[in-house]
């Protein structure tokens, strides 16, 4: 019942930037919790970073100091904002929202994944 759409990844040097974002078409994100997670060749899913109903954020340790989650509730959009990216970070983000709140569209979320390609 809910859908979740990923756009913003791409091709980007070291130490550049960029944001990603997650829509979804309900209004989802002030009542649970998001996460974004990546996925590079050949290695598991990881999570990089959630953020609460709350707005309370976590980052994992490879992100901390580089990497923001955030939210527009208004837009219905949680964004990752991506700062000196490094190549290590190359991946496929996910973002993920297991939605308690309204129970009507209760569910485990998923969108489809951008690229995020870092490469000189």
């Known amino acids: 019942q809910v859908q979740l759409v990923e756009s913003g990844g791409g091709l980007v040097q070291p130490g550049g930037s960029l944001r990603l974002a997650c829509a979804a078409s309900g209004s989802i994100f002030s009542s649970n919790a998001v996460g974004w997670y990546r996925q590079a060749p050949g290695k598991q899913r990881e999570l990089v970073a959630t953020?609460?109903?709350?707005?309370?954020?976590n980052y994992a340790d490879s992100v901390k100091g580089r990497f923001t989650i955030s939210r527009d509730d208004a837009k219905n959009i949680v964004y990752l904002q991506m700062n000196n990216l490094r190549p290590e970070d190359t991946a496929v983000y996910s973002c993920?929202?297991?939605?308690?709140?309204?129970?009507?569209?209760?569910?485990?979320?998923w969108g489809q994944g951008t690229q995020v390609t870092v490469s000189s």
């Open positions: 953020i609460t109903g709350g707005r309370k954020t």
């Open positions: 993920n929202c297991n939605v308690a709140v309204p129970f009507r569209l209760r569910g485990d979320y």
